[in-house]
């Protein structure tokens, strides 16, 4: 069974780093897309960040330059380095995988992440 | 970047009504779009993907249709499970991901 498991959020100060976590069971992240998805409280869908099986990365204009994707082979998990937070980069983190020849078939729970003084 | 406009932003409809859900795309996508389906503090549920395809599992009360700009998803017949917040997806670059700002279904 495939499951996505995020961890990592909480509460930090702006200006602060964090990074988020998410353990992939029922599949080998290395062979797909994996990406994140944060979605601010009470608005709509963000997509984040996207790591390719070949290993390129890609991000939104709003991360550029703070974020950072990565992937952990042997762990099988997918990473997110958050650098130089904001107020506006508070929102629930999912990860989700892209299937091939569809989209996001599989998303983790989600992980708040507060930037707040 | 592609821009996703999509309408209503709010339905009000009753059970076994018949709905649908615009989705425009500031240049065209072909086929590459995706619609998704999410409850109040749940994660988002694939329904359909490549404008057409019925993602497995889901009821066959949903369908979608388009191509190029324009893109629609249709609930043929409502149930109580379906009141939830629509929102479309284009995948034309998986670099560059784009959602619609969403359409949430409410009970009239």
């Known amino acids: 069974e495939v499951q996505l498991v995020e961890t990592g959020g909480g509460l930090i100060q702006p200006g602060g780093s964090l990074r988020l976590s998410c353990a992939a069971s029922?599949?080998?992240?290395?062979?797909?897309?994996m990406n994140w998805v944060r979605q601010a409280p009470g608005k709509g869908l963000e997509w984040v960040s996207v790591?390719?099986?070949?290993?390129?990365?890609y991000y939104a204009d709003s991360v550029e330059g703070r974020f950072t994707i990565s992937r952990d082979n042997s762990k099988n998990t997918l990473y997110l380095q958050m650098n130089s937070l904001r107020a506006e980069d508070t929102a629930v983190y999912y990860c989700?995988?892209?299937?091939?020849?569809?989209?996001?078939?599989?998303w983790g729970q989600g992980t708040l992440v507060t930037v707040s003084s | 970047d592609i821009q996703m406009t999509q309408s209503p932003s709010t339905l009000s409809a009753s059970v076994g009504d018949r709905v649908t859900i615009t989705c425009r795309a500031s240049?065209?996508?072909?086929?590459?779009l995706a619609w998704y389906q999410q409850k109040p503090g749940k994660a988002p549920k694939l329904l359909i993907y490549?404008?057409?395809s019925l993602e497995s599992g889901v009821p066959s009360r949903f369908s979608g249709s388009g191509s190029g700009t324009e893109f629609t998803l249709t609930i043929s017949s409502l149930q109580p499970d379906d009141f939830a917040t629509y929102y479309c997806?284009?995948?034309?670059?998986?670099?560059?991901?784009?959602f619609g700002r969403g359409t949430r279904l409410e009970i009239k």
């Open positions: 989700a995988r892209t299937r091939p020849g569809s989209s996001f078939d599989y």
């Open positions: 029922g599949f080998t992240v290395s062979s797909y897309y």
């Open positions: 790591i390719y099986s070949g290993g390129s990365t």
């Open positions: 240049q065209s996508i072909s086929s590459w």
């Open positions: 490549k404008a057409s």
């Open positions: 997806q284009q995948y034309n670059s998986f670099s560059s991901i784009t």
